[in-house]
Every structure is written in structure tokens, then in C-alpha cells.
């Protein structure tokens, strides 16, 4: 068996994959990556800068690598600090990895879109699969164009590429990552250590979001579909659940009753404000049988519980 190689491993994303995939394939088919050192259990580890093509080429040659799944990116908050190199790091990282299939050097290769590429004059409620774009963050910029460069490379050299919108994605396992949608983390870890949060969202604030153990599952379900039910080949549309931050806290405060929660937004306001408020995922059910498990009590219920044993 080939094995899978997860670039940006000890990510937000990264971290719960590696441990999805080698449940799925067995530690010995999976391979760890990330530009600092990471500790992923049973599965083997590589120090990885994505900007270096010839060290990814050397570790996939190597280890019989088919698959890789690229994570490696600077989120949209984060991505806003510094947008030249988050164009470059998004955008060349892309392209190492769509030439190592071009080549037919790799088989597969995984590549994370994001709600980021929708702007303020799309739909906002059910966005559909096919709409209007014009981001507003080098984010989604990157993101909108990399969904373009994925169709490409497979139309005019057959790369069995395949993408994910995901909507905002929430994880005990991994700390808050930069990303806008990222307050639906942090939230949970101010309530357990603090029993109040500050939120940089205003508390109407709509955005899709999902449980990471969803957000896993449909990434492993899209890479292990017959190729020939694969019809998108920008990026799928992704839904699980839409909620504010007074929801959210509510949902808490039936847990944790003198959680409180306040609110100063800040620059990431704009952001989310250009960002759709729920999701059009039924090309995805159609295609390849996607569904979502957890609603916000049942995910609310599984990062408290989590979170109670990470920080003990």
C-alpha cells in the first residue's frame, strides 16, 4: 500500500486527520509533516517546509507516498498580518504539490478550501455550490484561486485532485489556530479556565461552522470515493451547523450556569461579515453521501468533555 502524507500536521486540521487516517490505514501507511517538530504518536514524522519542493519530492520518493493531503497555509486573521508571504506560502505551496501529480510522481493529493473564498456580494444564506466570489482577504483570495488552479491541473493534466470548503472548524485537540471562525474554540477553553470570554464577533454574528470529527470524516469519505463520482474539481461546499456567539454561550451556560460572555469586535468583524451565514452542501450528499453527525448540544457536550481531560 502507498502511504499518505498530511503536510501542516500539527495544525488545527492536521493533527485530527493524522490520527483519522491512521486509524482508517494503519500508523505504518501515514506520514506526519510540519515545519516544526511534532509528536503524532505510532506515525512517523518529517521536518517539512512546503516551500521546499525538493525536500517534499525526497520524503514522498522515499516513503512510497501516493496521497498527500496538504494543510499547510496561513489562516485569514493571521493571513491579513502578513499577505504577501501568506499569498506565497498558500499559493507555491499549491503548486509543488499539483506538479508532483502532474508528474504522475504522486496519485492524489487533498487541498482545503474555505468559505474564505465567498465575499460580501454572495448569497449569505444557503450559498450554493456555483455563485458569486469576490473575497475580501488575501485569504480567501488565495483560497479562490487555488480552487481555480485544482480544476485546471486536473482538466489539462487528469491530477485526481479533490477539495473542501470548510466552514469555521472546532477542536479540543488543537489550540485556536488565527482563523476568524476561531472565537468557537477559545470560547470553550475561557469557560473551563475562566468561566468568561471576551468574543471579537458581535453577538449576532452567523457562520458556518463544524465539529472537526465531521469535518475528518467527510475529508477521508471525499478521498476514498470511486474517482469517477468526484464531479467538482474547484472544491465542494461543506455545511454542518450555523450558530452566533449568544448561542454558543447559552449552550455553555447550560453546563457551566455563571459563564459569562462580552463583546469587543475587532478587525475580524469585517471579516466574518463578508462570509456566508449558512451553506448549500447537497452536491456533496449527491455526489459522494456526505452527512453531518453533531448539532452545537452534542458538540458542545464532546468539547467540555474533552477539553475537562486536555487541561487537568
Partial sequence: MKKSLVIGANGQIGSDLVLGLANRLGAENVIASDIREGNHGEVQFEILDILDAEKLKQIIEKNNVGTVYLLAALLSATAEQNPMFAWKLNMEGLFNVLDLAKYKIIDKVFWPSSIAVFGPTTPRDNTPQTTVMEPTTVYGISKQAGERWCEYYHNKYGVDVRSIRYPGLISYKAEPGGGTTDYAVAIYYKALQEGKYECYL???????????????????????????????????????????????????KKHIPDFSISYTPDFRQAIANSWPKSIDDSRAQEDWGWKEKYDLTSMTEEMLKGLKEKLK
Fill in 202 to 252: 458581535q453577538n449576532d454574528t452567523y457562520l458556518p461552522m463544524m465539529y472537526m470529527e465531521d469535518a475528518i470524516k467527510a475529508t477521508i469519505d471525499l478521498m476514498h470515493t470511486e474517482e469517477d463520482k468526484i464531479k467538482i474539481r474547484s472544491s465542494y461546499n461543506l455545511a454542518g451547523i450555523s450558530f452566533s456567539p449568544v448561542e454558543i454561550a447559552e449552550e455553555i
